[in-house]
């Protein structure tokens, strides 16, 4: 059985950063940077969690989860 979370990628997700973060918050930043992401654009592969999901949600206008 598996978990509802996961995806065709076992259970990973793409996340991609496409909006700059100037003139967001030092917080906003920090979020960016945690996900190990350093330049616009850039894609980075992370577990399919709830707390990674949640992590994207709190900067959504920054980050997006694409297939």
Do not use: F
């Not at 592969?45 to 949600?57: A, H, L, N």
């Amino acid at each position: 059985m598996a978990k509802e979370t996961e995806n065709e990628n076992g259970g990973k997700i793409k996340i991609q950063y496409y909006r700059s973060s100037i003139g967001y918050s030092k917080k906003q930043k920090t979020i960016v940077r945690s996900l190990g992401i350093t330049k616009l654009n850039q894609s980075v592969e992370r577990p399919d969690t709830p707390s990674m999901r949640g992590i994207v949600k709190k900067v959504p206008h920054l980050l997006r989860i694409i297939d």
